[in-house]
């Protein structure tokens, strides 16, 4: 646990801050396909989420509905206290946005395009938040110092995140989103963005970020947010999410050549009652084939993770929400 956890939930403890991001019922409808089919969730000042979820399972549909770039089919979404569906230029300039793939400008400078922004978010400073932040300072803290010269089409992928990251902190915004921010960072640069959403984190930055790396969210989130099956199907501290599944075992086995997983706080019951099932069968039961491979241990959080994505993926989303809500949300 970092000190960040601990002093997050000591604060919390005494009065819990306001939110920043509240979502309820949020819908949201691609021609046939609902894709978000009720998010509700709630962020507050100062907090840094992390929402997880399998491809396709929402989670740039969702932040670009709290940025405003995208309008939701139905439900309440406030962020900073307005509708992102219509907040005006007051609004987007307290936020700091990095998407997910950004090819424009390729033809400027690093720090003219810095500078350039950093221009836009002037008239919107104030005592308790001056803007912009400092350009030279801030190609420093992102790791470009050395390419402020360089035509962003010359930059590698992950120096071009990393500009993308300073894109989103040039406002010095109050609450950051960041899709997928460390997409292409070597291990060196990881860890020094890391470094920069603890800073923000103790400047009160709200921060939602989207990734695939659960280490990343273990280190750095205050919450886990868990989206599949078009809900959020777990919410708590990586350590809460942790401390429940560690009570669970995966059980696994191979049944008519096809590999099987089930998480279950009972593994000996849940064992017991998959062999009696069987035999009652027999071996010309509608099964028609025997158990083998069997094994047992106990679940990690990516485990868990894991064993909800494989059965999300198979099809079979209304199961994958079901276990993994039994399993694991408070
Ligand atoms: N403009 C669009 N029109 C139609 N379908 C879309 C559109 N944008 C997204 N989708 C679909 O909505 C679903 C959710 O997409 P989204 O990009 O929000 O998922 P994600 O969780 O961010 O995925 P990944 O982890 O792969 O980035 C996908 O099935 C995607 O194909």
């Given at each position: 646990?970092?000190?960040?956890?601990?002093?997050?939930?000591?604060?919390?403890?005494?009065?819990?801050?306001?939110?920043?991001?509240r979502?309820?019922?949020?819908r949201?409808?691609?021609?046939?396909?609902?894709?978000?089919?009720?998010?509700?969730?709630?962020?507050?000042?100062?907090?840094?989420?992390?929402?997880?979820?399998?491809?396709?399972?929402?989670?740039?549909?969702?932040?670009?509905?709290?940025?405003?770039?995208?309008?939701?089919?139905?439900?309440?979404?406030?962020?900073?206290?307005?509708?992102?569906?219509?907040?005006?230029?007051?609004?987007?300039?307290?936020l700091?946005?990095?998407?997910?793939?950004?090819?424009?400008?390729?033809?400027?400078?690093?720090?003219?395009?810095?500078?350039?922004?950093?221009?836009?978010?002037?008239?919107?400073?104030?005592?308790?938040?001056?803007?912009?932040?400092?350009?030279?300072?801030?190609?420093?803290?992102?790791?470009?110092?050395?390419?402020?010269?360089?035509?962003?089409?010359?930059?590698?992928?992950?120096?071009?995140?990393?500009?993308?990251?300073?894109?989103?902190?040039?406002?010095?915004?109050?609450?950051?989103?960041?899709?997928?921010?460390?997409?292409?960072f070597?291990?060196?640069?990881?860890?020094?963005?890391?470094?920069?959403?603890?800073?923000?984190?103790?400047?009160?930055?709200?921060?939602?970020?989207?990734?695939?790396?659960?280490?990343?969210?273990?280190?750095?989130?205050?919450?886990?947010?868990?989206?599949?099956g078009?809900r959020?199907?777990?919410d708590?501290?990586?350590?809460?999410?942790?401390?429940?599944?560690?009570?669970?075992?995966?059980?696994?086995?191979?049944?008519?050549?096809?590999?099987?997983?089930?998480?279950?706080?009972?593994?000996?019951?849940?064992?017991?009652?998959?062999?009696?099932?069987?035999?009652?069968h027999?071996?010309?039961?509608?099964?028609?084939?025997?158990?083998?491979?069997?094994?047992?241990?106990?679940?990690?959080?990516?485990?868990?993770?894991?064993?909800?994505?494989?059965?999300?993926?198979?099809?079979?989303?209304?199961?994958?929400?079901?276990?993994?809500?039994?399993?694991?949300?408070?």
């Amino acid at each position: 646990m970092t000190s960040r956890h601990a002093s997050a939930s000591t604060d919390a403890e005494h009065s819990p801050p306001p939110a920043t991001v509240r979502v309820h019922n949020l819908r949201m409808r691609y021609g046939e396909t609902e894709v978000l089919r009720g998010v509700d969730f709630r962020v507050d000042r100062g907090e840094v989420v992390c929402l997880l979820g399998p491809n396709g399972a929402g989670k740039t549909t969702t932040v670009e509905v709290l940025e405003g770039f995208r309008r939701r089919s139905a439900g309440t979404v406030t962020v900073l206290d307005e509708d992102p569906a219509h907040g005006g230029e007051s609004w987007r300039a307290r936020l700091g946005v990095v998407v997910q793939s950004w090819r424009d400008h390729s033809l400027w400078r690093v720090r003219e395009l810095l500078g350039h922004l950093a221009r836009y978010y002037a008239p919107y400073s104030t005592p308790q938040r001056p803007r912009p932040r400092d350009v030279e300072e801030l190609l420093t803290t992102v790791g470009l110092a050395e390419y402020a010269q360089a035509r962003i089409k010359n930059l590698s992928g992950g120096q071009r995140r990393r500009l993308d990251v300073a894109v989103g902190l040039v406002g010095s915004p109050e609450v950051l989103f960041l899709d997928e921010p460390t997409a292409g960072f070597d291990p060196q640069a990881r860890r020094e963005f890391h470094d920069v959403v603890h800073e923000l984190a103790d400047q009160s930055t709200t921060v939602l970020l989207t990734t695939h790396d659960l280490d990343e969210a273990e280190k750095l989130a205050d919450r886990i947010l868990v989206l599949a099956g078009g809900r959020i199907i777990a919410d708590g501290s990586p350590e809460a999410l942790k401390l429940r599944v560690a009570g669970t075992s995966e059980v696994r086995w191979i049944q008519g050549g096809r590999q099987f997983v089930h998480s279950t706080t009972d593994a000996t019951g849940y064992v017991r009652e998959l062999l009696c099932q069987h035999s009652q069968h027999g071996q010309h039961s509608q099964h028609g084939a025997d158990i083998e491979g069997l094994e047992v241990r106990r679940a990690s959080l990516e485990d868990a993770y894991m064993t909800m994505v494989r059965t999300h993926e198979s099809g079979d989303s209304e199961t994958a929400v079901r276990a993994f809500t039994e399993e694991v949300a408070p």
